[in-house]
């Protein structure tokens, strides 16, 4: 239920790299925290869904264009999450479910890039939650890459993932509550 903003941005900070002529040495990218979040959905007594994010999230983004891969580093601060109804909210904080006096960060390591005619498709690293650490893949739906007025380069993506919450010892609500979280990150770079 963690890792936004950074691992979109790192997604598309790597695939413009990777994809602009001439740009061979690593290059590393600052995560927007207005454009950089993590979102779930998981379904609720199978009547409806739980919406809610993540964010802004905190890391950074390496794209190394000559080796066709990079490192993104995502930290997600897990009593951030908001649904809309902070009572809810508190109630995910809790031990049996986010734990987030435990664990008030959750990370996101990858290493392993995925490319199609230049175009990022996807990453794979490890996911760690409430102690807990994961391999977990992101497809890239969407990546971006623009050059403003002053010159800086800025990337977003957006990527998405599932995975299991009783993987990671959030077990609380199962079956009624769903085990499986669909993860949508949003993310947005500037190369520094």
């Given amino acids: 239920m963690t890792f936004d903003r950074a691992a979109a941005v790192a997604l598309a900070a790597l695939a413009t790299l990777v994809s602009m002529p001439g740009a061979a040495q690593p290059a590393t990218y600052v995560l927007d925290p207005e454009r950089s979040f993590v979102h779930f959905e998981l379904l609720h007594f199978n009547t409806s869904t739980i919406r809610g994010r993540f964010g802004p999230l905190q890391g950074a983004v390496v794209l190394d264009p000559a ?49 199609e005619g230049g175009q990022l498709t996807g990453l794979r690293g490890e996911f760690t939650w409430r102690g807990v650490s994961q391999p977990l893949s992101f497809r890239a739906t969407r990546f971006a890459c623009r050059v403003d007025v002053e010159g800086s380069q800025t990337c977003g993506a957006d990527l998405q993932a599932e995975l299991l919450r009783s993987t990671f010892g959030a077990t609380f609500g199962l079956p009624l509550v769903a085990d499986t979280v669909r993860l949508v990150v949003q993310v947005q770079g500037t190369r520094r």
């Fill in 67 to 115: 080796a066709g891969g990079g490192e993104i580093s995502l930290r997600i601060n897990t009593a951030s999450v908001d649904t809309g109804l902070k009572i809810f909210d508190a109630r995910l904080r809790r031990d049996d479910l986010l734990a987030s006096d435990a664990y008030p960060e959750a990370f996101f390591v990858a290493r392993q890039f995925s490319f």
